[in-house]
């Protein structure tokens, strides 16, 4: 099922980047150490009471050159827009100000589940300024401390009784659920389109006019396949036409569901950050991933263009270079043949097991064609591999000191696993654990 989103929501200095890095229970830096990755403190993944959910810091969203009070404007409005339950974080230092009334009037009109946590009430004496807090109007408020961590399990208990009823995947297990993300206007509502034979969503050349998510099942060559085609900018505005990080949010719900994942590049406009922001989101969901790259049509070729964009995308997102790339056109259906094939493909990878005693196999003849590393005097000793999970495949192994483990040695064994078994389209998971 789909995860519940909270919002962080609150005006500046009030700590909701440091609460936020406390309930996903990690400093969450603005750069990963893998090559190509870019991860803002936008988006998280947390979990309290055995209940997993997307969290995002409204913070993080950088509204430029937009005046004060508009900014936390703008911010609690994608909080209304994208979140289930909204943790609305004010300052027990300062009380409250015009800025928090101007929040509390927006959240109160919203209708959405709002949940009130007073951050730096570092000491019980603070408790009695709490009162000023109920004038707000959005209900009884929690005393927090980000700093010391106190104070959260209250409100996260309050937070997850706001969750919606967890339902069932409406979909069999055959069935494989892809969806479609990208920049506004690259063509992904098209591709949908073209795809299915129907205007089945609307197609705009204005940025951002797909008004919702819409499934679509289709079957093709004798699968069935679901069509999650992320949603677009519901609403026309400053907030959601001045605001890339939004793209991002938009498609996370959509990644959450999907098997595999269609990264959509618009082959006139080439390649910018944002593209690798978002697809650094599927590749870190586990989803199976394909690269299309769509208005291919639109370019003057010669024999090496393919070549060079090929080579320019697996320079720009080395996190995927395990991601196969189509070239199409959604409106001239060229090569459009090549997208469901490819997707079974990346499906059938992304689910597949392996036999324990040939992962095995494949593990020691990585061995011996490269020992392991030491450090220290001391040598990493691999005793056994098994597959615990699909859909990423993941494969523990059982060492004598996890910390041995060099990022380098584990990228060479997930080389030499791709090459014993494919893996097309999917990332896969190693873990090292210690042999009890």
Request: aromatic share 8%; no cysteine.
């Given at each position: 099922m789909t995860k519940p989103v909270v919002a962080?929501?609150?005006?500046?200095?009030?700590?909701?980047?440091?609460?936020?890095?406390?309930?996903?229970?990690?400093?969450?830096?603005?750069?990963?150490?893998?090559?190509?990755?870019?991860?803002?403190?936008?988006?998280?993944?947390?979990?309290?009471?055995?209940?997993?959910?997307?969290?995002?810091?409204?913070?993080?969203?950088?509204?430029?050159?937009?005046?004060?009070?508009?900014?936390?404007?703008?911010?609690?409005?994608?909080?209304?827009?994208?979140?289930?339950?909204?943790?609305?974080?004010?300052?027990?230092?300062?009380?409250?100000?015009?800025?928090?009334?101007?929040?509390?009037?927006?959240?109160?009109?919203?209708?959405?589940?709002?949940?009130?946590?007073?951050?730096?009430?570092?000491?019980?004496?603070?408790?009695?300024?709490?009162?000023?807090?109920?004038?707000?109007?959005?209900?009884?408020?929690?005393?927090?401390?980000?700093?010391?961590?106190?104070?959260?399990?209250?409100?996260?208990?309050?937070?997850?009784?706001?969750?919606?009823?967890e339902q069932a995947n409406d979909y069999d297990e055959d069935t494989i659920r892809f969806s479609l993300i990208g920049r506004p206007n690259v063509g992904k509502s098209s591709i949908v389109n073209a795809l299915l034979g129907e205007d089945r969503v609307i197609v705009s050349d204005i940025a951002g006019t797909t008004r919702d998510a819409i499934d679509s099942v289709y079957t093709y060559d004798g699968d069935e396949y679901v069509i999650i085609d992320t949603a677009g900018m519901r609403k026309r505005g400053k907030v959601y036409e001045s605001v890339e990080k939004y793209s991002v949010l938009r498609a996370l719900r959509a990644i959450e569901r999907s098997d595999v994942v269609l990264v959509v590049i618009n082959a006139e406009e080439g390649i910018i950050e944002q593209d690798k922001k978002i697809a650094g989101y599927a590749h870190e969901a586990g989803r199976g991933v394909i690269i299309v790259v769509n208005k291919w049509d639109a370019l003057e070729k010669d024999d090496k263009t393919l070549h060079k964009f090929e080579q320019n995308i697996r320079d720009h997102f080395q996190f995927l270079d395990y991601a196969p790339i189509v070239f199409v056109s959604a409106q001239t259906k060229q090569r459009l043949h090549t997208i469901l094939p490819t997707i079974k493909m990346v499906a059938e990878f992304h689910a597949i097991r392996v036999q324990t005693n040939i992962l095995n196999e494949v593990v020691m003849d990585a061995i011996a064609m490269n020992p392991t590393p030491t450090d220290k005097g001391r040598r990493l000793n691999i005793y056994y591999a098994t597959q615990v999970a699909v859909k990423p495949p993941t494969f523990v192994l059982f060492v004598n000191d996890p910390e041995l483990l060099h990022f380098s040695y584990e990228r060479f064994l997930e080389n030499r696993i791709r090459e014993a078994f494919g893996f097309t389209g999917t990332p896969i998971r190693l873990i090292a654990r210690a042999r009890s």
């Open positions: 962080i929501v609150g005006r500046p200095n009030v700590g909701k980047s440091t609460i936020f890095n406390r309930i996903v229970g990690e400093r969450i830096s603005i750069v990963e150490d893998t090559p190509g990755v870019t991860r803002d403190r936008i988006y998280s993944e947390a979990e309290w009471l055995t209940r997993s959910f997307s969290m995002i810091d409204t913070g993080g969203i950088d509204m430029g050159d937009e005046p004060f009070l508009e900014q936390i404007r703008l911010q609690a409005d994608i909080a209304i827009e994208e979140a289930d339950v909204i943790l609305f974080l004010t300052s027990g230092r300062e009380g409250v100000t015009s800025a928090d009334e101007e929040v509390a009037k927006r959240l109160y009109k919203s209708k959405k589940p709002v949940v009130l946590a007073v951050n730096k009430v570092d000491n019980p004496s603070m408790r009695d300024q709490l009162y000023d807090f109920y004038a707000l109007g959005v209900g009884e408020p929690y005393p927090v401390s980000g700093s010391h961590g106190l104070g959260l399990g209250d409100v996260l208990d309050e937070v997850v009784k706001h969750f919606p009823t």
